[in-house]
Nanobody, 122 residues
Framework: QVQLLESGGGLVQAGGSLGLSCAAS????????MVWFRQGPGKEREFVTG????????AYADSVKGRFSISREYAKNTVYLQMNSLKPEDTAVYYC???????????????WGQGTQVTVSS
């Protein structure tokens, strides 16, 4: 019904930049919120950022404010995560998710991508 496909993960040096993409397919019209979560080694899954599809309202975790930017492209049903000034602490598997409300609680989201690894070296 709904599938999310992430891409763009990789290895980058601290201070560098990396862009992630999440393409959505299927019946996504009732799930107007797309978000990014991440889970680092030995850490809990945490909210990174999210955006409402129609209004473009955004939310960011304090740890990434001023460094990360989320955007969406209507024509491709795709959400992007631009990550700048990356730190080793940003190393994690990054997941995109789709839901009805923009919250930082992962249990509220209905659909998830497979995750993409981001590794930031010092």
């Amino acid at each position: 019904q709904v599938q999310l496909l992430e891409s763009g993960g990789g290895l980058v040096q601290a201070g560098g930049s990396l862009g992630l993409s999440c393409a959505a397919s299927g019946r996504t019209f009732s799930r107007p919120v797309m978000v990014w979560f991440r889970q680092g080694p030995g850490k809990e899954r945490e909210f990174v950022t999210g955006i409402t599809w129609n209004g473009g309202n955004t939310a960011y975790a304090d740890s990434v404010k001023g460094r990360f930017s989320i955007s969406r492209e209507y024509a491709k049903n795709t959400v992007y995560l631009q990550m700048n000034s990356l730190k080793p602490e940003d190393t994690a598997v990054y997941y995109c998710a789709l839901g009805s409300r923009l919250t930082s609680t992962y249990r509220t989201y209905d659909y998830w991508g497979q995750g993409t690894q981001v590794t930031v070296s010092s």
